[in-house]
């Protein structure tokens, strides 16, 4: 084995971390948090995993990472300001392996062998560890154990051992935070049941809503958000600024105006308490008040493209984004529809861009939803084929690897192209052929549906999970 001297200034270690006790998504971004104030410059960062507890199996599932950091620390210093981080949140030791508000463990260090009586890396037990190798493969799949280690595993890439599991947990899912009091999404799980996003525009010009909804109507509003959340919405998506194809463009000072007081009036009542609120927004500024007075979500239709400040100010605020695709704005999108290599190639490497963009940003694996963008910059065929091709979205395209991990959401309804397929020209009146489309995302693996007409679709997704949700 190696001494635990380094002779490198720039090491990189993979550290583990895991938490099941209290808020498990803050005690991790706040452990994060301090890594990077204490020097440790965080380099990659897996999924997050809910998963169940091993070895004590009294206590409640955990959700496990790891992250890849450059440190200039040797191991056991590393190891010393790892402890130091799990005692400042909290951790006490009074159950082996039991319990933890935070859990950060030392699994990989350099290509190094290490054993001391206070650190073993690697060490054996993180082999039969699925909780470990699942984000270990996320952020290293090509990466193999050091060479002096023992075993014949050390031949083997991450990917290959994770795959090489003799039992793997069908259960295991990366997830997606909406709000502390919102189930997490899960979207790998076979069984899980679709988030529904209710629309509530404040806009007087939106295409099939504008005007319902008036600020000023703040007791009316909150009725209808009362609503939508006793009819099975999850979600409340509120807008300012219609991105109908060619919609005035507001500034961040009027759409505040807009939505800002709602955002408060239902943040401040409690019967709302669990609801996630997400603020439909390209302008970085009103990402920022509407999260600082209780927004969950920010839903930008351009993926931080409109507003180069959007994606830092989410990464600063901690909070989760809605990456949609689309080209151009709403003035230019109707004129940018071709994709050389089809749509869903050309959706797929051009979200990819945007994916990494957000974790460059900060933004880490569980705070990213993915929207194809029905309706932006897509003709009526291509928004039918992202419709029927969302699983190969998903999965299949050679980008789909920078894809998988994320859950997708679809905003079909009353869009245009429903209105031109089902000849009916009030988008009000879409209702019908929205539901074709919601049950075609929900068979193709959507999370999140995006709807105007809740209580009806609300019932139209309990049916198509019931159809192809497995139980």
């Known amino acids: 084995m190696k001494s635990l001297h380094v002779d490198s200034s720039a090491r990189r270690s993979v550290v583990a971390f895991g938490s099941n006790l209290g808020d498990r998504i803050a005690n991790i971004e706040n452990a994060l948090r301090l890594m990077r104030e204490k020097g440790l410059r965080l380099l990659k960062l897996s999924s997050l995993y809910e998963t169940k507890p091993m070895y004590y199996d009294d206590q409640d599932s955990f959700l496990n990472g790891v992250c890849q950091v450059e440190t200039d620390l040797e191991p056991l210093q590393l190891l010393d300001v790892l402890q130091s981080i799990e005692n400042d949140l909290g951790r006490r030791r009074v159950i082996d392996k039991g319990p933890r508000t935070i859990d950060l463990d030392i699994i990989l260090y350099n290509n190094d062998c290490i054993k001391s009586p206070r650190l073993n890396v690697p060490h054996l037990s993180m082999l039969e560890r699925e909780f470990v ?110 991105t109908r194809p060619k919609a005035d ?82 003035h230019t999108m109707s004129s940018l529809t071709q994709y050389p290599d089809g749509v869903v190639n050309g959706v797929a490497r051009e979200l990819s861009e945007r994916v990494k963009a957000a974790l460059s940003a900060g933004i880490p694996p569980w705070r990213i939803i993915l929207d194809p963008g029905l309706g932006f910059a897509k003709d009526q065929d291509q928004n039918l084929e992202l419709l029927r091709s969302l699983q190969h979205l998903r999965e299949r395209t050679e980008y789909s690897s920078n894809l998988r991990n994320y859950p997708w959401l679809m905003g079909p309804s009353r869009k245009g192209f429903v209105g031109k397929i089902t000849d009916v020209a009030d988008a009000a009146k879409r209702s019908y052929g929205t539901a074709a489309a919601i049950t075609a995302s929900i068979a193709g693996g959507a999370d999140i549906i995006r709807i105007h007409d809740v209580s009806e679709m609300v019932q139209v997704s309990k049916m198509a999970d019931a159809i192809y949700r497995r139980p």
């Open 249 to 330: 463009f507001l500034g961040p000072k009027e759409e505040l105006a807009r939505v800002l007081p709602i955002v408060r009036a239902i943040r401040e009542t409690k019967e709302f308490d669990k609801v996630a609120i997400s603020i439909d927004t390209f302008h970085s500024d009103v990402a920022r008040e509407t999260i600082l007075a209780g927004a969950d979500i920010v839903n930008d239709v351009s993926a931080g493209l409109l507003d180069e400040r959007m994606l830092p100010t989410v990464a600063q605020l901690g909070k989760t984004i809605i990456l949609m695709h689309m080209r151009g704005n709403p």
């Open 133 to 242: 190798l699942r984000p270990l493969a996320d952020i290293l799949p090509n990466e193999h154990l050091p060479p002096d280690f023992s075993l014949a595993s050390s031949y083997r890439s991450f990917g290959q051992l994770l795959n090489g599991l003799s039992e793997r947990d069908s259960t295991m899912s990366p997830v997606t935070t909406l709000h502390p009091e919102t189930p997490l999404i899960r979207a790998h799980d076979p069984t899980r049941n679709t988030h529904v996003m209710a629309i509530l525009n404040l806009t007087p010009d939106s295409f099939s809503d504008g005007g319902v909804h008036k600020v000023e109507g703040v007791e009316a509003i909150k009725a209808s958000v009362a609503s939508f959340v006793a009819a099975g919405a999850t979600i409340v998506d509120i807008g300012g600024q219609s």
